[in-house]
C-alpha cells in the first residue's frame, strides 16, 4: 500500500504527518487489496482570519475508488472524520459484495 501525504497552501509539520500515515496504516484490517491512498490536507480561505482545515482522503482499490472531504478547525479532527467516513464506506462495500 503507498501512502501519499500532500499539504496544500502550508507547510506540515512531521508530527502531522507521522499521525496521519500510522492512522491510514490501519485502514489495511479493513480491506486487504488497497492498492494507494491519497490524503490532501488543505488550508482554505487563506486570505481571511478564519482558516477551515479540510482533509480529502482517496482510496485506490481493484475496481473501485473510495472518496470522503470533511471540514474542521483542525486538520487531526477533520482528517479522523474523513477516516471515519471512509471506513464506512470501505465496509458497505464489502457487505454488498458479500450479498
Do not use: W
Not at 1 to 12: C, L, R, S, T, W
Not at 16 to 34: C, P, S
Not at 44 to 60: L, P
Amino acid at each position: 500500500m503507498i501512502v501519499h501525504v500532500q499539504a496544500i497552501h502550508f507547510d506540515a509539520d512531521s508530527k502531522l504527518i507521522d499521525y496521519v500515515t500510522k492512522k491510514i496504516e490501519k485502514l489495511q484490517q479493513y480491506h486487504d487489496r488497497i492498492i494507494k491512498v491519497d490524503v490532501f490536507l488543505i488550508l482554505d480561505n487563506v486570505v481571511h482570519t478564519i482558516k477551515d482545515k479540510i482533509a480529502e482522503i482517496r482510496v485506490h482499490v481493484p475496481k473501485s475508488d473510495f472518496f470522503v472531504k470533511t471540514t474542521s478547525k483542525s486538520f487531526e479532527a477533520s482528517f479522523d472524520e474523513a477516516l471515519e467516513a471512509i471506513v464506512q464506506q470501505i465496509k458497505k462495500k464489502k457487505e454488498k459484495q458479500a450479498a
